[in-house]
């Protein structure tokens, strides 16, 4: 089983939509949630973090997280065609040990947002 | 400001060249990474550094060299590289080891 699953996508949208991104963890001692957003030929840009259960909003962009189920999400609302890139889930363990410090990423997920 | 510099932002190497790829932050980070990202896969982690100190290596071949001149900088010395280490090299650093990590812009690298 991998470490961080997100939905295989591609993910297509029409613009104003709302986009839902999904990813899945394994080890139950993961505290630290992070969504990046990869345009192709770029490096991954922060799109938001999570730590404690329930939703984080941050204008067009809310974070879910679930420890209980181990799952976090994102949801983009009224998509945009900008929005259109990879978007790679991300945990890491802030207890100690050999993967402190570790982030994991999911495969990520294309997304595409059609006009 | 989250800003990691990283150069040069492209570079040819031959397999028996010797390159430095150079990272810098000035944000008082006190953690400092390197990862190597493949086209359509997420970045794979090569190196961390904690209080300039290696604390991660992925069991990254010795043709990899990372050096941590000081809490700023971040170099990765490459050598004798292979063709199959062609890829996008990043640069990242955090506040500390469990932070939130800013990525660099990369450094786009191919071997002949």
């Known amino acids: 089983q991998k470490e961080v699953e997100q939905n295989s996508g591609p993910l297509s949208v029409p613009e104003g939509a709302i986009a839902s991104l999904n990813c899945t963890y394994s080890d139950r001692v993961s505290q630290s949630f992070f969504w990046y957003r990869q345009y192709s030929g770029k490096s991954p840009e922060l799109i938001m973090s999570?730590?404690?259960?329930g939703d984080k909003e941050d204008g067009r962009f809310t974070a879910q997280l679930n420890k209980a189920s181990q799952y976090v999400s994102l949801l983009i609302r009224d998509s945009q065609p900008s929005d259109s890139a990879t978007y790679l889930c991300?945990?890491?363990?802030?207890?100690?040990?050999?993967?402190?410090?570790?982030?994991?990423f999911g495969q990520g997920t294309i997304l595409t947002v059609h006009p | 400001d989250t800003e990691v510099t990283q150069t040069p932002k492209h570079l040819v190497m031959g397999m028996t060249n010797k390159k430095s790829l150079k990272c810098e932050q000035h944000?008082?980070?006190?953690?400092m990474y390197w990862y190597k990202q493949k086209a359509k896969k997420p970045p794979e982690l090569m190196f961390v550094y904690s209080y300039e100190k290696l604390s991660i290596n992925e069991s990254v071949p010795s043709r990899f060299s990372p050096e941590c001149p000081n809490s700023s900088l971040l170099n990765l010395h490459l050598h004798a590289l292979q063709p199959e280490d062609s890829a996008l090299y990043l640069c990242?650093?955090?506040?500390?080891?469990?932070?939130?990590?800013?990525f660099g812009p990369g450094t786009r690298l191919t071997v002949l």
């Open positions: 944000m008082g980070h006190r953690a």
């Open positions: 991300a945990v890491s363990i802030n207890a100690g040990g050999t993967s402190y410090g570790k982030l994991t």
């Open positions: 990242a650093s955090s506040q500390g080891e469990a932070d939130t990590q800013y």
């Open positions: 999570i730590y404690s259960n």
